[in-house]
């Protein structure tokens, strides 16, 4: 037998999702409505569908081959003119999703270098580091009192901070003046922001920043990862993207860009050129007409959750997909178990997120049974989903 990559000891055991599973086991499938999934449940929209189709007709006849490691350029050029008028084209490369650029970009970084990580936290940005073998990650706690975001008075010495923004678990979404300061800061202690933005086309409030590139000066120092899964449907058919700015350079100097170019160029061999088309019809006009519809309905079912779940705190929802419900009294797994036990509603214990996460439950509006939970806790009353003693409304003034 070979003996085991030691970095694996380095994670925390996927209990998570197993007990969870185990626990929604218990009860009736009809029943049980689950809010506990971040994947899609709309369709991809009719001018992707049929542009692939006819692009897999088209295979049968021209040869594709490899395409370049960095995606097509017309794709990049589609995004630039969607999410980044402050960006060059050459500056977006294309990618098979933003968890698998998380991956790649660790190799980037390497496995010694300190990380700043938020808790409670996407599992993606510390897991990833830790099969590299990578153990010195700071967790930044972003909690209520910190407006869910790492207070920068106390920062720690980091090279790198992971920043996701509509944030996955709590909703909450960096404000331009949390982001010009930690930029600020990035620029005069010197380290890397990678900046997470998969959810950014579910930011309805103008005056909240959707990418880190709105900020002045965040192209020396911050590398963005985004994603076509969340907005477009495009989970399973896998395309994102990540910007690698020509201005950011490391500390002698070299510009990052040709290190990222030569990790994509070993570790990738460039995105499928059938999804890429799928990608260019989602961002034609019709293509952007759907993916707002799309995030509508979202956002509606978000809104009828949060009406139900009144008067309980919850961050999230009206800019971001998550609803991040902070339950008085308990913590994460008690509130997890009445929520499952009263009202047959599957959500995930914030705990399972970081230790930041206790006392909370995310759910997710991207489940169609959103709509159907919101009449349940309504009927059933708030308080008696949880266990708690009776809530007061508060009354309109
Ligand atoms: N980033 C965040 C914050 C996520 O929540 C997710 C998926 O849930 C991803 C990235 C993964 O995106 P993709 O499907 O493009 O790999």
Not at 263 to 271: D, E, K, L
């Amino acid at each position: 037998m070979l003996p085991r990559n030691p970095h694996f000891t380095l994670l925390e055991p996927t209990y998570l999702f197993q007990k969870i599973q185990e626990r929604a086991d218990l009860y009736p499938k009809e029943e049980l409505l689950n809010l506990s999934i971040g994947d899609v449940s709309l369709p991809i929209s009719k001018e992707c569908s049929a542009t692939l189709a006819e692009e897999a007709q088209r295979l049968s006849h021209t040869i594709t081959g490899y395409g370049p490691s960095r995606g097509s350029h017309r794709l990049a050029e589609a995004l630039q003119q969607t999410y980044y008028p402050m960006l060059d084209p050459n500056e977006i490369y294309i990618s098979d999703g933003a968890k698998c650029d998380i991956g790649r970009l660790q190799i980037l970084l390497g496995n010694n270098l300190r990380l700043g990580i938020q808790d409670p936290t996407y599992p993606v940005y510390a897991d990833t580091a830790r099969i590299l073998g990578n153990e010195r990650i700071t967790l930044l706690p972003c909690t209520k009192e910190s407006d869910y975001f790492p207070n920068l008075d106390e920062l720690p010495e980091i090279d790198v901070l992971f920043l996701c923004s509509p944030n996955n678990p709590t909703g909450a979404v960096a404000t331009r003046a949390q982001l010009e300061r930690l930029v600020q800061l990035a620029r005069s202690r010197r380290f890397l922001i990678i900046f997470d933005s998969a959810y950014s086309d579910f930011i309805q409030d103008p005056g909240l920043p959707k990418s880190i590139y709105e900020i002045e000066g965040a192209d020396e120092v911050a590398i963005e990862t985004s994603s076509f899964s969340k907005s477009f449907g495009f989970t399973g058919l896998r395309l994102g993207w990540c910007v690698v700015p020509k201005k950011l350079k490391d500390r002698e100097g070299r510009p990052l860009y040709l290190d990222w170019e030569r990790v994509i160029a070993t570790f990738f061999n460039g995105p499928s050129c059938l999804v890429q088309c799928g990608g260019l019809a989602a961002l034609s006009k019709k293509g952007l007409e759907a993916r707002d519809q799309t995030i509508n309905e979202y956002l509606s079912r978000a809104q009828q959750l949060k009406n139900a779940l009144s008067p309980l705190e919850v961050t999230g929802g009206e800019n971001s997909p998550y609803l991040w419900v902070s339950v008085p009294q308990k913590n994460s797994w008690e509130a997890f178990e009445a929520l499952l036990e009263n009202a047959q509603i599957l959500s995930i214990p914030g705990s399972g997120f970081g230790a930041s996460g206790g006392g909370y439950i995310r759910l997710s509006a991207f489940s169609k049974s959103c709509t159907t939970a919101a009449q349940r806790v309504q009927a059933i009353g708030v308080s008696s989903c949880l266990d708690l003693p009776q809530l007061s409304v508060p009354q309109p003034i």
